[in-house]
């Protein structure tokens, strides 16, 4: 089993900037590619950013050039930061955790992130 919480979500107004973090535990070295996504209210979940346990990264479109997904060194946290927050970035930002061999994802509680005009 893998545990994942994350943290550093709250308000913000745009322009400014926040870092999320991911803390997981348990059996992560099951962990193929981890990432955050996030869920606005009406709106289905969609994929902000991703890293491989090789290091790929992969970032929406949306995110690219405003979001740096990143690890420790001993890749038990993941961050993603974010700069240059716009209104439409409100959502409640979830970390995940798949595990390819298991075909199995994992998710955390998630955190709200609202940015004001």
């Known amino acids: 089993q893998v545990q994942l919480v994350e943290s550093g979500g709250g308000l913000v107004q745009a322009g400014g900037s926040l870092r999320l973090s991911c803390a997981a535990s348990g059996s992560i070295f099951r962990l193929t590619t981890m990432g955050w996504y996030r869920q606005a209210p009406g709106k289905q979940r969609e994929l902000v950013a991703s890293m491989t346990s090789g290091g790929l990264t992969n970032y929406a479109e949306s995110a690219k050039g405003r979001f740096t997904i990143s690890t420790d060194n001993a890749k038990t946290t993941v961050y993603l930061q974010m700069n240059t927050l716009k209104p439409e970035d409100t959502a409640v930002y979830y970390c995940?955790?798949?595990?390819?061999?298991?075909?199995?994802?994992?998710w955390g509680q998630g955190t709200q992130v609202t940015v004001s005009s």
């Open positions: 995940n955790g798949f595990d390819s061999w298991r075909n199995r994802d994992y």
